[in-house]
C-alpha cells in the first residue's frame, strides 16, 4: 500500500482477522486502526455499547443517593444506589425533551431532577413527578423510566453493560479469582483516587496496558528498578472477557499483613478485562484503572488505589509518597501514550514488529478486538 493511501474498514478488517489465526503476526495494528472514523464508528457499536465496562468503586456508591456518572463513546451512563441497597445502572437523559440530568462526576442525591422542565426520577430511574402533565392524556406517568442497563460487582468493582441482556461476567471473573484471593481485595479500601484525560485513541492505551516492555523507556526511574521492562510476562488468557499477566519483580515483596504465595510475592498480578480495564495487585496494594474513550483520540482514565483497613492512614507521608509515585507513573504513560497518538497520525506511520516481551499481552488484546469486531464471523466467541 502507498504511504499516501489509507487503508479502508474492510482492509483494517481483513488485517485484524490475522490475529485469530494459531500464527498471529508479530505486528502492531495498522496506523489507519487508531485513527478511522469508520472504525471507531464499528468499536463504538460492536464494543462499547455490549461489553463490560468498569467505573466505579463500591466506596463511592456506598450510601443510598451516591451515584458516578461516566460518559462512554458517546453515550452517558449514571449508577446509582437506590433505597433499598440496590445499584441500578442508567441512561441519565431525561425522556421529555433529552437533557441529560446529571453531569459526569460523582456525587449524592435523593433524586434526579431535570434542570429543563423539572421533571423528577427516583434512584431507581422511575418518574416520580411532571409538571402540568396531567393534561395530556397519551402519557403514563407510571410507564416512563429511565432506559436500564445492566450492572455488576466484583469484589468491589462496579461494572455496566449497555446491553442489559449481556452474559454475566461474574463467571469469567471468577477464572482469575483463585491468583487473587490472598490479596483479601475485598477487605481493602480506597486511599487515593483519579480522573484523568489522556489524548490517545483507547486501543494505543490499552496495548500499552497489556506489556511491561514499555517500563525500559516510559518508566525507567519510577517502574524499572521495581518492575524490570526486560522480564518475560506469563499470561493467562482465561476469556474472551478476562485476562492474567504476571509480571515478575526485581526483589520479592514481603506483606505482613497478608499471606501471599511464592507466585504473589514475586510478581506484580494483573488481572485485565477486555475492552478498557486492568488492576494490578502486589504487596499490601491494589492499583485499579478503567480506560473510558470518550472521543476517538480522547479517554478519560479514571482509577485508584486500594489498601487493607489497617493499613489505610497508619502514615499519612507513606500515603502522599504512594500517591505522588502513582501520579508520577500516570503521568509518564500519558506523556508517552499521547506521544505515540501524534505518531500514529503520521502519513509515513506502518505496522512495527513486536518484541517476544511484549507479545504475549498485545496478541491476545488484538485477538480480543478482533473477535469483538468480527463478530459473528468467528466462532468460540
Ligand atoms: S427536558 Fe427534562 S424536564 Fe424537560
Ligand atoms: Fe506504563
Same mark, same amino acid.
Not at 21 to 48: H, V
Given at each position: 500500500?502507498?504511504? =499516501?493511501? /489509507?487503508? !479502508? %474498514?474492510?482492509?483494517? $478488517? ?6 485469530? &489465526? ?95 422542565? =423539572?421533571? /423528577?426520577? !427516583? %434512584?431507581?430511574?422511575? $418518574? ?6 396531567? &393534561? ?246
Amino acid at each position: 500500500m502507498s504511504v =499516501l493511501t /489509507k487503508p !479502508g %474498514l474492510q482492509e483494517l $478488517l481483513a488485517d485484524l482477522r490475522g490475529y485469530l &489465526g494459531t500464527e498471529p503476526p508479530a505486528l502492531s495494528l495498522p496506523p489507519a486502526a487508531y485513527t478511522a472514523p469508520e472504525l471507531w464508528e464499528l468499536e463504538r457499536e460492536r464494543i462499547f455499547s455490549r461489553s463490560w465496562l468498569l467505573i466505579a468503586h463500591v466506596d463511592q456508591l456506598a450510601a443510598p443517593g451516591d451515584y458516578v456518572a461516566v460518559q462512554i463513546a458517546g453515550e452517558s451512563v449514571v449508577v446509582a444506589r437506590a433505597n433499598d441497597g440496590a445499584l441500578h445502572a442508567m441512561s441519565p437523559i431525561c425522556r421529555h425533551r433529552l437533557m441529560p440530568l446529571v453531569e459526569p462526576g460523582a456525587g449524592h442525591t435523593d433524586a434526579f431532577t431535570c434542570g429543563y422542565h =423539572l421533571w /423528577k426520577y !427516583g %434512584l431507581d430511574g422511575r $418518574l416520580r413527578g411532571a409538571p402540568f402533565m396531567g &393534561g395530556n392524556k397519551a402519557f403514563t406517568p407510571k410507564d416512563c423510566r429511565l432506559p436500564q442497563f445492566a450492572v455488576a460487582e466484583w469484589k468491589g468493582f462496579v461494572f455496566v453493560n449497555f446491553d442489559a441482556a449481556a452474559e454475566p461476567i461474574g463467571d469469567h471473573l471468577e477464572l482469575a479469582a483463585p491468583q487473587f484471593a490472598n490479596f483479601r481485595i475485598e477487605e481493602m479500601v480506597l486511599v487515593d483516587s483519579w480522573s484523568l484525560e489522556w489524548r490517545a485513541n483507547w486501543k494505543v492505551v490499552m496495548e500499552n496496558a497489556h506489556e511491561n516492555y514499555h517500563v525500559l523507556g516510559l518508566h525507567r526511574e519510577t517502574l524499572e528498578p521495581f518492575m524490570p521492562g526486560g522480564s518475560d510476562i506469563h499470561v493467562e488468557h482465561y476469556s474472551p472477557w478476562v485476562l492474567h499477566a504476571r509480571i515478575p519483580l526485581a526483589m520479592p515483596v514481603d506483606s505482613e499483613t497478608l499471606e501471599l504465595n511464592e507466585i504473589q510475592r514475586t510478581n506484580g498480578m494483573v488481572l485485565l478485562t477486555f475492552p478498557s480495564s486492568a488492576f494490578i495487585a502486589f504487596a499490601d496494594q491494589v492499583v485499579w484503572l478503567s480506560f473510558l474513550p470518550t472521543a476517538i483520540d480522547r479517554v478519560q482514565v479514571i482509577g485508584g488505589v486500594f489498601t487493607l483497613p489497617a493499613l489505610a492512614g497508619t502514615s499519612e507521608a507513606v500515603a502522599q509518597t504512594q500517591a505522588a509515585v502513582t501520579a508520577m507513573i500516570n503521568e509518564e504513560d500519558q506523556q508517552g501514550l499521547e506521544a505515540v497518538q501524534r505518531g500514529v497520525s503520521s502519513r509515513f506511520a506502518e505496522r512495527g514488529h513486536l518484541s517476544p516481551k511484549e507479545q504475549p499481552g498485545v496478541l491476545a488484546f488484538y485477538r480480543n478486538l478482533a473477535q469483538a469486531l468480527l463478530g459473528d464471523e468467528t466462532a468460540g466467541r
